[in-house]
Nanobody, 124 residues
Framework: VQLQASGGGLVQAGGSLRLSCAVSGRTVSSYHMGWFRQAPGKERECVAAIISSGGGTWYGDAVKGRFTISRDVAKNTLYLQMNSLEPEDTAVYYC??????????????????WGQGTQVTVSS
């Protein structure tokens, strides 16, 4: 599976961005998929996930109500719509495939399917 993320950039607080993740090698609905982010000096965290069968979604508390994860099977692409952005959302964002649930959040499975990061910077 290859993942190609895009759509990051610089935006003012309160603004919006949409990240895209083009999937190749498998269909976007083959795996549980998601978006992670890593801010300087912090651990990488899952912010949103979408379930392979049925398309149910999960969000981290920090982004709930502001971010929306979705997928387009025809385009084989995963999306993350980010609204009401805050400076605290500044991070490198990564898409990932083959997520596994453990305890209270999602982790990437042993095949380690990651896209390259895309920088999101929110100015105050």
């Amino acid at each position: 599976v290859q993942l190609q993320a895009s759509g990051g950039g610089l935006v003012q607080a309160g603004g919006s961005l949409r990240l895209s993740c083009a999937v190749s090698g498998r269909t976007v609905s083959s795996y549980h998929m998601g978006w992670f982010r890593q801010a300087p000096g912090k651990e990488r965290e899952c912010v949103a996930a979408i379930i392979s069968s049925g398309g149910g979604t999960w969000y981290g508390d920090a982004v709930k109500g502001r971010f929306t994860i979705s997928r387009d099977v025809a385009k084989n692409t995963l999306y993350l719509q980010m609204n009401s952005l805050e400076p605290e959302d500044t991070a490198v964002y990564y898409c990932a495939a083959d997520l596994r649930w453990r305890s209270t959040t999602w982790f990437v499975g042993p095949e380690d399917y990651w896209g390259q990061g895309t920088q999101v910077t929110v100015s105050s």
